[in-house]
């Protein structure tokens, strides 16, 4: 049947060899040099020569682009993989609007943007240069409207990403429920709370109030959304106290937020690690794409800290498990 996806999962799986695992991390973690970072990546098929200075960006749109397009080689348009595409248009959204507002020349916003989203980037950047969300999807007009007018009423850029990033978890959590899908469902979930439980956690350390909490923790997830606020409002053991007895306990025990970001990556890479074994279905291609996903974060990482001279400890503080 055509949605077992059998060929599709097998040219997935036959690429999964070229993953970064456990010890490459190491390797590249190890490195002794920017340069010696790139070339144990260009080893492994990634496009380091596109690398200006210490400039990475291009690489690392280059290796999410690859993602998308094997996705699509493989399987075309998966209806149940459009959950990730739409995060690329709230992505797109944001760039198109902030683009907008400080007058970029048309001519140089064609790196700020992801290919491979559900909306044409063309559409998205009309309707920022126009003030005309109505021209956008339902799931995108809404916030592509009250964005702007927080940007502009305010000058605070910040403020334009919190109604994006809020939008984009609870359009998430939407789709995620109403997925038949049980391995997108509990993605959807899980990010919606770590990111809710993210920025509660940022919110106490900067004497946040609840205006301002109300404004960035989203609605949807698993958690109680008033239970988390009001955690985040009290003493620096609330919040932990809130998350006991819940599948975000151990959130609780990280003391920074690298541990953090290590601890929620581990439990991503857990639950899609059965999907290695896998040979139908879409599971093992939503898999794919989240395990793309967190080698890139974390490669982008090692990347950034040899330019600037990070310490070593200070890096692997962040990294963990890789998906093969």
Same mark, same amino acid.
């Given at each position: ?12 799986? @036959?690429?999964?060899? =070229? /993953?970064? =695992? ?9 490195? &002794? ?19 200006? *200075? *210490? ?35 709230? !992505? ?10 400080? *007058? ?13 989203? /559900?909306?044409?980037?063309? +559409? ?11 021209? /956008?999807?339902?799931?995108?007009? &809404?916030? #592509? ?9 305010? #000058? =605070? #850029?910040?403020?334009?990403? @919190?109604? @994006?990033? +809020? ?18 469902? +509990? ?16 919110? !106490? ?9 109300? !404004? ?17 409002? #009290? ?41 290695? &074994? ?30 600037? *001279? ?15």
């Amino acid at each position: 049947m055509p949605e077992d996806y059998i060929y599709a999962v097998t040219r997935i799986h @036959i690429r999964e060899r =070229n /993953l970064l =695992n456990g010890a490459d991390i190491d390797a590249l973690s190890s490195a &002794k040099s920017f340069s010696e970072a790139l070339s144990l990546l260009a080893a492994k098929g990634w496009e380091t020569q596109l690398v200006s *200075g *210490g400039d990475t960006e291009a690489l690392i749109n280059t290796e999410y682009e690859k993602t998308w397009a094997l996705i699509a080689e493989a399987a075309g348009q998966v209806e149940e993989l459009n959950i990730f595409r739409r995060t690329r248009d709230f !992505h797109n959204l944001k760039a198109a609007i902030k683009l907008t507002y400080t *007058g970029e020349p048309s001519h140089s916003r064609a790196r700020y943007f992801l290919d491979y989203g /559900l909306t044409p980037t063309e +559409r998205i950047i009309q309707a920022a240069d126009n003030r005309e969300f109505s021209l /956008l999807p339902d799931y995108l007009a &809404k916030a #592509g409207k009250e964005a702007w007018e927080a940007l502009v009423n305010t #000058g =605070n #850029g910040q403020l334009c990403e @919190i109604v @994006i990033d +809020r939008a984009a978890l609870e359009d998430l959590d939407r789709e995620g429920k109403a997925s038949g899908n049980p391995l997108i469902r +509990r993605y959807a979930t899980f990010t919606v709370d770590t990111a809710n439980i993210k920025a509660a956690a940022r919110c !106490h350390l900067l004497s946040r109030g609840c205006k301002f909490l109300e !404004h960035v923790v989203a609605e949807g997830g698993s958690l109680n959304r008033k239970g988390l606020i009001d955690a985040a409002l #009290g003493d620096g053991y609330e919040i932990g106290k809130f998350l006991s007895g819940t599948p975000y306990e151990g959130a609780a025990s990280t003391e920074s937020s690298g541990a953090f970001e290590r601890w929620r990556n581990d439990e991503l890479i857990r639950m899609i690690r059965p999907q290695a &074994k896998a040979y139908s279905g879409v599971e093992p291609l939503a898999a794919y794409i989240l395990a793309r996903e967190n080698e890139i974060a974390m490669a982008r990482l090692i990347l950034s800290s040899k330019a600037v *001279g990070l310490s070593e400890s200070a890096v692997k503080e962040r990294l963990g498990l890789t998906y093969v």
